[in-house]
Each structure stands twice: as structure tokens, then as C-alpha cells.
């Protein structure tokens, strides 16, 4: 049996054996990181870049669902600069999105009118419109 290789996420300690990613420590310590890449109900993107992690030494952000653990290993997943960089990834990921997600009283509507539209008008005065 390899020995098992020590790290910290979150200032949890985690024993994890060796080839194991970050990505599976975090979840063995019920730390959620988010990612598309390896979410099972969605299918797979691919480098969705939601898994960054930052760890202490490392000016570089890590994905966290392709690096490995190494010893000693401290790994932060809620830092500003992770949040700001999951963020870009994010909007980068739905920029690409069509638009196409309708409420289901749009599709379901016989009329294929908008009420949600009318009501917003009559709320705000705006009858004539």
C-alpha cells in the first residue's frame, strides 16, 4: 500500500492517497468545489476553468480537478482572487450561451402570449403599452 500523501484544504487536514486531485480530497472533507467538467449532470465541457483553487507558495491558480496532491500541500478555495477568477470563467462559459431558456408558462402558453411582459407593464402604469 502507497503511503498516504498529507495535505490541508481550508485549514481541514486530509490524508489522500498518492494521484488522487485536489478536487477528490476536497469532496472526501465535504468541501464542495464548483465545476462543469466533472458535475455527472451535465455533460462534459471540458477545462470549464470553475475548479481554480490557489495554493499557498504558488502565484498561479491550480484546477483543482487535474492537479495532483503533494505533500504538505495547503490549498485555499474561497480567496478573493479564486471567487473573482470563477466568476470570469463563468461569464466566459455563458457568453457562448444562445438564449434559448424560456419559463415554463412561456412554453406551455397556448397564446404563446407574454403575461409575465403584461403584467410588468400594468405594475408599472404603463397601460397603453
Avoid: F
Avoid at 30 to 46: A, F, M, N, Q, S
Amino acid at each position: 500500500m502507497d503511503k498516504l500523501i498529507n495535505l490541508t484544504i481550508d485549514g481541514k487536514n486530509v490524508s489522500v492517497s498518492p494521484g488522487t486531485t485536489v478536487l477528490d480530497a476536497a469532496k472526501k472533507i465535504g468541501i464542495e468545489i464548483p465545476t462543469l467538467c466533472h458535475d455527472k449532470r451535465v455533460e462534459v465541457y471540458g477545462a470549464c476553468g470553475l475548479c481554480v483553487v490557489e495554493a499557498v507558495g504558488n502565484p498561479k491558480l491550480l484546477r483543482a480537478c487535474s492537479t495532483k496532491v503533494a505533500e504538505g500541500m495547503e490549498i485555499l478555495t474561497k480567496t478573493e482572487k479564486v471567487v473573482s477568477s470563477r466568476k470570469c470563467a463563468l461569464e466566459l462559459l455563458l457568453s457562448d450561451h444562445s438564449g434559448d431558456c424560456r419559463p415554463p408558462c412561456v412554453l406551455a402558453c397556448p397564446a404563446q402570449t407574454d403575461c409575465q411582459g403584461y403584467v410588468g407593464l400594468i405594475a408599472n402604469g404603463e397601460y397603453y403599452e
